[in-house]
């Protein structure tokens, strides 16, 4: 895929979230955002695999059990499993209609949260050392919203862990952001660089999840 150039995110891209609808919103994301998605999974597939040391697989959202509410967000997944990524500590790059985010991810269907909670606890100043202060921390995969960890004390940090050892629906997402407006999005070589250097900068977070 080296000779393939990816080509960025533009204004129409983000549009799509504004699209009053269901199906006329699927139709668009479908037809202007999956393809992006799905092109970039494959392109970062193998580097995620050599970081890793294990085989990653490529899932692109389908939104496939919406029956009302158009999606407020899409996202392509990469984790070690070929079925599914839902139950796993993962890597995305998706987008909401405000920016594009790159993050490590554990969602509540994962029992490896308890391992990452833990981890926190165990790892904080390692984490604090790792994680650079332009990264956010959310722990609500489908809310927009997050903090920066230069925003973040730790005792902050401490009870993302503490909430996902002990709350069963608890998940975490950590990464970057990336406003709609900003150019990188639209150098589409700069930003594949920029995912594979946000994914090295998360691996540790990773490893922690499996420790």
């Not at 580097?47 to 967000?73: C, Q």
């Not at 709609?180 to 090295?200: I, R, Y």
Request: overall charge negative; proline content about 5%.
């Amino acid at each position: 895929m080296n000779s393939t150039v990816f080509p960025g995110f533009d204004t129409r891209d983000f549009e799509v979230f504004s699209i009053d609808g269901l199906e006329p919103r699927m139709e668009a994301l479908i037809e202007r955002v999956r393809p992006k998605l799905t092109m970039l999974g494959e392109m970062i597939q193998s580097h995620l695999s050599a970081l890793s040391g294990e085989e990653m697989y490529v899932h692109v959202a389908k939104h496939a059990r919406r029956t009302v509410n158009p999606p407020k967000d899409t996202w392509v997944a990469w984790a070690a499993n070929k079925r599914g990524y839902k139950a796993l500590p993962h890597f995305e790059v998706g987008m909401f209609g405000s920016h594009v985010f790159v993050v490590f991810a554990i969602i509540y269907e994962s029992p490896r949260k308890v391992d990452f909670g833990k981890a926190i606890a165990e790892h904080l100043q390692e984490i604090k050392k790792t994680v650079p202060d332009h990264f956010y921390w959310s722990t609500d995969h489908m809310s927009p919203q997050g903090t920066l960890q230069s925003d973040m004390d730790d005792q902050q940090l401490l009870a993302i862990g503490t909430k996902l050892q002990n709350i069963k629906k608890s998940e975490v997402v950590c990464g970057l952001r990336i406003a709609k407006d900003d150019p990188l999005l639209g150098d589409g070589d700069a930003f594949v660089q920029k995912v594979e250097q946000t994914f090295e900068q998360l691996l540790p977070l990773y490893k922690m999840a499996f420790a």
